[in-house]
């Protein structure tokens, strides 16, 4: 079965300080990995996909099939980075169910 | 770009009531909307796929005769918890992905907050 796990519920750092959310995921397949982020009073959003690449808002998010992990990641933490983040597992890009984690809070004080 | 919208965005109704939320894709067209729930401080549940002109399919442990789901058109789905209870109460979050376009990601609505009194 398909599982994600974040282990912290919340987070706390202060502004400048790197940040690293994890995420584990179990799945037997070639999994899609997201991040999704949910600010105060918005939707959801995606952030960042493993497929990508990139980096969003300074953040960065590698998939390390040896170890089931898609940690978000960055250097220095900003106020307005203060949200809800998800990740998500998905078998395929955009056809198939997204399965989340729980959620880690981040709170970035000034 | 890439709008979903949901109606309502805040629904109270007695025990009982049959209630109805709408998914819109405003500016795409959404062969496979999805349909979540999420309790407070938890993490958001699939509850069913829809895909337009099939039946849904419906995640384990989910009632399909209670939580009724229509995707009649490409930019529409609709829920409806029939005969809803106090326990049916919590956050409904559609979401849609776009129809013969590889490589975009699932677009969230803002969600229905449900009260059963």
């Known amino acids: 079965a398909q599982r994600v796990t974040q282990p912290e519920k919340l987070l706390s750092v202060f502004k400048g300080a790197p940040v690293e959310l994890k995420c584990n995921y179990s799945?037997?397949?070639?999994?899609?990995l997201f991040w999704y982020v949910q600010y105060s009073r918005q939707r959801l959003q995606l952030l960042l996909r493993?497929?990508s690449r990139e980096s969003i808002k300074g953040f960065t998010a590698d998939l390390n099939k040896g170890e089931t992990s898609f940690h978000l990641k960055k250097p220095f933490a900003q106020e307005e980075d203060s949200a809800m983040y998800y990740c998500a597992l998905s078998r395929s890009y955009n056809t198939d169910k997204l399965i989340f984690g729980t959620g880690t809070r981040l709170q970035v004080f000034p | 770009g890439a709008v979903v919208s949901q109606h309502p965005s805040w629904v109270i109704c007695k025990s009982g009531t049959s209630v109805k939320i709408e998914c819109r894709s405003l500016?795409?067209?959404?062969?496979?909307m999805f349909w979540y729930r999420q309790f407070p401080k938890q993490s958001l549940m699939l509850m069913a796929t829809s895909n337009e002109g099939s039946k849904a399919t419906y995640e384990q442990g989910v009632e399909k005769d209670k939580f009724l789901i229509n995707h009649a058109s490409l930019t529409l789905s609709t829920l409806t918890v029939t005969s809803a209870h106090p326990e049916d109460s919590s956050f409904y979050i559609c979401?849609?992905?776009?129809?013969?376009?590889?490589?975009?990601?699932?677009?969230f609505g803002d969600g229905t907050r449900l009260s059963i009194l």
């Open positions: 493993h497929i």
């Open positions: 979401s849609a992905s776009h129809a013969g376009r590889a490589n975009q990601p699932q677009h």
């Open positions: 500016d795409f067209q959404a062969t496979t």
């Open positions: 799945y037997s397949g070639s999994p899609e």
